[in-house]
């Protein structure tokens, strides 16, 4: 039995989680917004985990605040549920890493030794923060950050870029300038939801949108991967581009989410060996 527990918006992320375990052969239960729950009346994140772990088997959380799932699984470990952080504030998304890592994986046949530019939103963007950490495992990266001075990846996710493991990075405002150099382009949304200004929000929304006259300037094998949904950073015209694997994300990330699930539950997966079990 699942729970998903989903204090923020979602699509993909609460019914890739849902359907994976009913395709698991489980079930799933939870909430997608705080108003039909006893969060409304003011309960804790802990007491809510606390009550839901007696319940369900393993746990997804999104939560507006940093932080949050760290708290839920702390709340579940003495009933040893698992708790999963389906997104956390504009802190981390792991288990949209695992979704980018299997379709960089297939499109470029390797994790390692690649030039991936990240574009838009990188102060907020949650899923750039989790897939730099996770890439310097592979080593070998140079990460190309593209946005405005505004919106530059934090401090503390630059500095866990491992030199030590052959990654680097350069900060630049211009995707034109670039594009032409890269093996991946993450596009990202601006997190309309995070700005603490409507006014800010508005001036830096559309500053970088990519579409066909833009995309002919970068190599005919580079993959275009977006964590969705997106507004308007990426032009529909790109959508039938063989570049665009946005939409194979989207695939990816039910079948990695049911993977992690398994994997946390100790449960085989139908047809798949332990051997099987160790590939990512
Ligand atoms: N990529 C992602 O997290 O999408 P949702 O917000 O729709 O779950």
Redesign the pocket.
């Known amino acids: 039995m699942l729970a998903t527990l989903f204090y923020e918006?979602?699509?993909?992320?609460?019914l890739s989680f849902e359907t994976g375990m009913i395709r698991l052969g489980g079930n799933a239960v939870g909430f997608a917004g705080t108003g039909q729950s006893s969060v409304s009346k003011g309960e804790s994140i802990a007491d809510t985990v606390r009550t839901v772990a007696a319940y369900a088997d393993v746990i997804a959380i999104r939560h507006p605040k940093e932080g949050a799932a760290l708290v839920a699984a702390r709340a579940a470990e003495r009933a040893g549920v698992p708790v999963i952080n389906a997104?956390d504030g504009g802190h981390m998304?792991p288990t949209?890493t695992l979704a980018d890592l299997a379709t960089i994986r297939q499109r470029c046949g390797r994790l390692t030794d690649l030039t991936v530019g990240l574009c838009g939103d990188l102060m907020f963007g949650r899923?750039v923060h989790s897939l730099i950490e996770t890439l310097c495992r592979w080593g070998n990266i140079h990460f190309v950050l593209v946005s405005p001075p505004e919106l530059r990846v934090p401090q503390y996710v630059l500095d866990r870029i491992d030199k030590a493991s052959g990654c680097s990075y350069e900060q630049v405002r211009d995707l034109a300038g670039v594009i032409g150099s890269l093996d991946v382009l993450y596009m990202t949304r601006v997190q309309k939801e995070r700005f603490f200004s409507e006014d800010e929000y508005v001036r830096l929304r559309d500053t970088y949108v990519l579409d066909r006259a833009r995309l002919a300037a970068a190599r005919p094998d580079m993959a275009v991967l977006h964590?969705?949904?997106r507004v308007n950073e990426i032009a529909t015209d790109v959508d039938a581009d063989p570049r665009a694997a946005y939409f194979d994300q989207v695939a990816n990330g039910m079948l990695v989410r049911m993977a992690l699930m398994a994997a946390v539950l100790d449960d085989p997966l139908p047809g798949y060996g332990d051997e099987k079990r160790q590939t990512p």
């Open positions: 918006p979602s699509t993909r992320t609460r997104g998304h949209q899923t964590p969705l949904p």
